[in-house]
C-alpha cells in the first residue's frame, strides 16, 4: 500500500494494525489492554523529553507514536470506532501553544489514564469514548505546536515498515 496522507483516520487506523501485525507486534486486546495503553503513556512521557530537547526523539515523533498506538487499539479493540471527533475538531479548541509541554500532553495523558480506569470497571464503551478523546487531544496538541501529525504518522509508519533496526534483529544462536 503506498502511503497517502490524505488517507482517512480509519484507513490509517488499519494500515498501522497491519504493519503491526506484519512485524509480529502484538494486537492490543481487552486482555492487554492496560499495558497497551501503558506503552501510549510511555510515548507522550518520551514526548516530553522530546520537547524539552533532551529525549531520544523529538516532540513530533513521540506524538506521531502516540497516536499510531491509539489508532492500532482502536482498529484492533473497537472496530466501531468512529474518527468524526478528531476529523471535526476546531481551531478554538486548541490548547494555547505557549502552555508548558507538560501542560500540553496533560490532557492527552489524562484521558489514556481514564480508559485504564474504564477497563478496570469493565467498560468497554466508555474505554473507547476516552481512547477516542485521547487521540483527538494528542491531535490538538500537534495543532498547537504547528506540527502536521498526518505527515508525522506517515514518516513513522514508512520507518516501522523497513526492516527492524539492529537493536530488534533477532540474534542468532548456534
Keep these: 500500500m503506498t502511503i497517502a496522507v490524505s488517507m482517512s483516520l480509519?484507513?490509517?487506523?488499519?494500515?498501522?494494525?497491519?504493519?503491526?501485525?506484519?512485524k509480529g507486534w502484538q494486537a492490543t486486546t481487552w486482555e492487554n489492554f492496560v499495558q497497551k495503553m501503558a506503552f501510549a503513556i510511555g510515548e507522550l512521557d518520551e514526548g516530553?523529553?522530546?520537547?524539552?530537547?533532551?529525549?531520544k526523539d523529538p516532540l513530533e515523533v513521540e506524538l506521531a507514536d502516540t497516536a499510531i498506538r491509539l489508532l492500532e487499539a482502536l482498529h484492533n479493540l473497537f472496530p466501531n470506532w468512529s474518527p468524526g471527533r478528531v476529523?471535526?475538531?476546531?481551531?478554538?479548541?486548541?490548547?494555547?501553544?505557549?502552555?508548558?509541554?507538560?501542560?500540553?500532553?496533560?490532557?492527552?495523558?489524562?484521558?489514556?489514564?481514564?480508559?485504564?480506569?474504564?477497563?478496570?470497571?469493565?467498560?468497554?464503551k466508555d474505554a473507547q469514548i476516552c481512547v477516542e478523546l485521547a487521540l483527538l487531544e494528542v491531535f490538538r496538541v500537534a495543532d498547537a505546536l504547528g506540527i502536521d501529525l498526518m505527515q508525522e504518522i506517515?514518516?513513522?509508519?514508512?520507518v516501522n515498515e523497513g526492516p527492524p533496526p539492529p537493536h530488534r534483529l533477532p540474534r542468532h544462536v548456534g
Design 10 to 22: 480509519q484507513q490509517w487506523a488499519e494500515y498501522v494494525s497491519r504493519v503491526a501485525a506484519e
Design 48 to 55: 516530553v523529553d522530546g520537547g524539552l530537547g533532551v529525549g
Design 87 to 124: 476529523e471535526s475538531r476546531h481551531p478554538s479548541q486548541t490548547p494555547s501553544r505557549f502552555q508548558s509541554i507538560e501542560q500540553l500532553l496533560w490532557k492527552p495523558l489524562s484521558k489514556i489514564s481514564k480508559a485504564i480506569d474504564c477497563w478496570r470497571k469493565g467498560d468497554r
Design 154 to 158: 506517515a514518516k513513522k509508519t514508512h
